[in-house]
């Protein structure tokens, strides 16, 4: 039999999670990956914990992706009106982004900038299919205002859209470079003020 492992393995990839969601996958270095790990954990008791840097990461990111992942699931409650679905989608997003006890900002957004040499596309692609399902769920809930009539016919939607998607990936921008919470979460009520512009006009 073979000795024990001297590392809890499931704190271990949350230490290993922060440091890819601080770094991206190809700056981070076995060597930080297990020193962030700790317990003095050899190189071969790293493999057989976790097979590869390439599947820690990927189990990084599903751990990610399960839990501070979740805060834009607001955008899919259709008992929501869709402009407090995109509201409550960026203020909880921005509330995690600001968190003390992980990284700041997006390990989602963050990831577009962090592939690098050929081949990564594919391992952050799980990364890149959450970015498009925020990306739809906020269309979708500029749909749904133009179908409720709460917005105006001339609205267009994909550019409404791509408004709040965008300033959703900037947030994770100005996390990262020491924004405050205070300072994001008033900037997010002016941008509402973009759908406000839309709405339609009551008779």
């Known amino acids: 039999m073979g000795r024990p492992r001297s590392f809890d393995r499931d704190a271990a990839l949350t230490q290993a999670m922060?440091?890819?969601w601080e770094q991206g996958f190809e700056s981070t270095s076995l060597s930080q990956l297990k020193a962030a790990i700790g317990g003095g954990i050899s190189a071969p008791s790293f493999y057989a914990a976790f097979g590869s840097k390439e599947a820690l990461y990927q189990e990084a990111m599903a751990r990610y992706l399960a839990t501070h992942g979740q805060v834009t699931q607001a955008?899919?409650?259709k008992a929501l009106a869709p402009r407090d679905a995109i509201e409550q989608a960026l203020r909880t997003s921005a509330?995690?982004?600001c968190e003390a006890g992980h990284p700041?900002?997006?390990?989602?957004a963050l990831g577009a900038a962090y592939v690098g040499g050929p081949g990564q596309e594919a391992i952050t692609q799980p990364l890149r299919d959450s970015r498009d399902r925020t990306r739809a769920g906020i269309h979708a809930c500029v749909e749904r205002g133009l179908k409720t009539g709460e917005l105006s016919a001339t609205t267009d939607a994909k550019s409404l859209a791509a408004v709040f998607d965008s300033f959703l990936l900037g947030l994770s921008i100005r996390a990262r470079d020491g924004?405050?919470?205070a300072l994001l979460d008033a900037a997010?009520?002016?941008v509402l003020t973009l759908w406000d512009a839309a709405r339609a006009r009551q008779r």
């Open 95 to 97: 509330r995690m982004q």
């Open 104 to 108: 700041r900002g997006c390990m989602v």
């Open 75 to 77: 955008l899919f409650d």
């Open 188 to 190: 997010i009520t002016q």
């Open 179 to 181: 924004a405050r919470h």
């Open 18 to 20: 922060h440091l890819f």
